[in-house]
């Protein structure tokens, strides 16, 4: 064994107290940091999750603008600011379609229209959206069989005057699978639906307020012929890329692309919030373990600055006492990451077993092994700059002015 790294593990056994305290400190910072970012992971898949059952990933649709003025001069302005277009279809929808489907980064396309209507059950009103879909394009798109608790989504596909009505509606109206309910639209459209199916989101607001129908039973609710589509739904093979492809889809078929952290934007910033401050904890945890390594290093200088002189004496050069303390804090760093990743697992082991209910289940966190990856590498980082600022202090020990003293 090389004669350094004799003297570096002397040092790391000779005050075994210290060095387990040092190397406790970064047990537990390296193990709440893996803990830390794998539940902040198991937190955004649950949150993106709830958001995918109702939202896509990119939205297409046309965009209210404001008028222009009708008449400009130098002297004078006439305006009459309206929102235009008055109707918000989309013009060849089957087009658009084909056109968001040849893009690589597109995985699912689904047409939609979206009226706003009134349910009507005996002397019980509610208003709400009624939302026209495919079903197999809705379902794999937003997994609505994940989401039903009374019935089938298939009886949507089965029965064109089917409909399927959130939980908040069902209770509020008292309706079960099999009951018939009357929808009114915007356009005074009376029309009987069939109840195929409940379901529940983990958005109480849409539950309260929203129901599927067929496509063709939502264009005949606002008087519109087959062509009438208001919303082009697309869904990617990976949704962080949604912000740029939504930018290319808008450029390429005209009308207004919104990715789901546009329409989301609230939750998406509360997510990034979470997200720092978590991280910015279990790291700063790993610093603190860090400057425990630093001041006992800084102590064994001090302690074996005889040691020290001695070896510069016999012909050590300052780069080798610089290996011989940077070589200790790698040791303490080492068995603090090892046992740091092992104390990780079984925390998240633990945690991962809790029922917490709801939509969410069990709590959600689970082994990520980019994270322990990731945790491992700060801590050998945070602990190689721990022993090299004392090394160099070491490394510029003069033995001459020592043995003098």
Same mark, same amino acid.
């Given at each position: 064994m090389n004669v350094n790294l004799q003297i570096?593990? +002397?040092? *790391?056994?000779a005050n075994k107290r210290l060095t387990a305290v040092a190397v406790l400190g970064v047990l537990i910072g390296m193990s709440i940091y893996i803990f830390m970012n794998c539940l902040a992971v198991g937190f955004d898949e649950v949150s993106y999750s709830s958001v995918f059952k109702s939202t896509p990933h990119i939205r297409l649709y046309q965009d209210d603008q404001i008028s222009k003025p009708l008449v400009e001069g130098e002297e004078f302005v006439i305006i009459n600011p309206k929102i235009v277009p008055t109707n918000n279809r989309i013009l060849n929808p089957n087009s *658009?379609?084909? =056109?968001? =489907?040849?893009?690589?980064? #597109?995985?699912? *396309?689904? =047409?939609? #229209?979206?009226? $706003?209507v009134f349910f009507n059950s005996g002397k019980s009103q509610l208003s709400g959206t009624a939302i026209g879909i495919i079903p197999d394009e809705a379902n794999q798109m937003f997994s609505l069989e994940s989401m039903m608790v009374e019935g089938d989504w298939k009886g949507l596909q089965s029965n064109p005057n089917g409909i399927l009505i959130g939980s908040g509606v069902a209770e509020k109206m008292s309706l079960k699978v099999g009951d018939i309910l009357n929808l009114t639209s915007s356009k005074s459209v009376n029309k009987n639906l069939q109840v195929m199916g409940i379901f529940k989101t983990s958005n109480s607001k849409i539950d309260k307020s929203t129901a599927y129908v067929n496509l063709s039973s939502a264009q005949q609710l606002l008087k519109? &012929?087959?062509?009438? #589509?208001t919303d082009v739904n697309i869904n990617l093979h990976d949704y962080n890329k949604a912000v740029p492809v939504a930018n290319e889809l808008s450029a390429t078929t005209g009308y207004k692309a919104e990715g789901f952290e546009q329409s989301n934007e609230t939750l998406m910033t509360g997510n990034r919030m979470r997200k720092i401050v978590m991280v910015a904890i279990s790291? +700063?945890? =790993?610093?603190?373990? $860090?400057? $425990?390594?630093? &001041?006992i290093l800084n102590m064994t200088v001090s302690q074996k600055i005889n040691d020290i002189a001695i070896l510069k004496a016999m012909g050590f050069k300052g780069k080798d006492v610089i290996t011989i303390f940077v070589t200790q804090a790698l040791g303490i760093g080492v068995m603090g990451v090892i046992g740091g990743m092992f104390f990780a697992v079984i925390m998240i082991s633990l945690v991962k077993k809790v029922y917490i209910g709801g939509d969410i289940g069990y709590f959600p966190i689970d082994y990520e092994f980019s994270k322990f990856l990731q945790g491992a590498a700060l801590g050998? *980082?945070?602990?190689?700059f721990a022993g090299y600022i004392p090394a160099r202090k070491a490394a510029k020990v003069d033995p001459v002015s020592i043995f003098r003293k």
């Open positions: 570096a593990r +002397t040092y *790391v056994f *658009v379609k084909e =056109l968001a =489907l040849a893009h690589p980064e #597109v995985n699912i *396309v689904t =047409l939609q #229209v979206t009226s $706003g519109e &012929n087959g062509d009438y #589509v790291t +700063t945890l =790993l610093i603190v373990a $860090g400057f $425990g390594i630093y &001041n050998l *980082v945070i602990t190689f």
